[in-house]
């Protein structure tokens, strides 16, 4: 379709469609406080220690998300300091999987460790020629396919043993 | 990500994945009986009177199936000579919403019009350029987007209606 739309407008659009499916009355201004919801998403409890861990490499987060969400969710947490950078696919205006936004690194595929919870962002990844690093947080059986990640966690804080010693 | 696998095989993938998930106990010959469904799909009761009233303009189908689908279901609902061109994205290795499967038609956007079940599917033709008409059987609500189809029907038949005098 190549319309792009940014983050906060899409989830915006999803969760006022999801109130008129569900028939839930709702308010402009209670629509707005679970838009803010957005900004201020809690950090999962081991993701400072699994970031200090990852130090002594460089660290981006690489997101579908709008610049405004990330890096509100990135202050808002005190992670800010651990990231060299945070990107957002919004400045190339597609989305992942689109190898476009993977090239946005401007690394070498095989210089980055991709960690994602989401199999389809490590498999675009993993097209991208990255090795992948899943984090299967909730043991969720993967789906068979042309593709499997290169290792599989349960948690953030494991992330950092996958990495050449 | 850029990586295409046709139809026959995603949606192979992704019975086995949903049998699995569900914990089914299947064998591989009650699988492939249920892939086979898939290449005689019954045709909606009103198909064939509402390709007799659209007799008056060339008729093609754009489908994400692949090519066996496609003339399997077409044959088996003995609906083939209603069709100019039966086209499957095949021929170009990527799925719609992309505006290069919408380009195969060989038309000027202004020229065709779109008729889809998918909401999705009409969104892409109408980036496109087409006018669309979406066949909403379900009487769904449309999704508040950026897009509104030109026409909305409840059943094929009604298709013709919606066509310039």
Redesign the interface.
């Known amino acids: 379709?190549?319309?792009y739309?940014d983050f906060w407008q899409v989830t915006e659009?999803a969760l006022?469609?999801a109130v008129?499916?569900l028939s839930i009355d709702t308010t402009n201004s209670q629509l707005e406080r679970l838009m803010g919801a957005y900004l201020n998403p809690a950090a999962f409890d081991e993701a400072r220690s699994a970031l200090e861990a990852l130090k002594g490499s460089p660290l981006a987060i690489l997101s579908n998300g709008s610049p405004r969400m990330l890096d509100s969710a990135v202050r808002n947490n005190g992670l800010e300091s651990y990231f060299a950078e945070i990107i957002s696919v919004d400045k190339v205006k597609t989305y992942k999987?689109?190898?476009r936004i993977y090239a946005l690194l401007n690394l070498t595929a095989a210089e980055i460790l991709f960690v994602s919870y989401n199999l389809w962002d490590a498999?675009?990844a993993k097209?991208f020629g990255c090795p992948v690093c899943w984090c299967n947080r909730s043991g969720a059986?993967i789906?068979?396919?042309?593709f499997a990640p290169d290792f599989t966690v349960r948690q953030l804080d494991r992330v950092a043993e996958t990495l050449p010693g």
């Not at 789906?143 to 042309?146: L, N, S, T």
């Open positions: 379709m190549e319309r739309v659009a006022r469609f008129r499916r999987p689109s190898p498999a675009g097209a059986e789906e068979h396919w042309v």
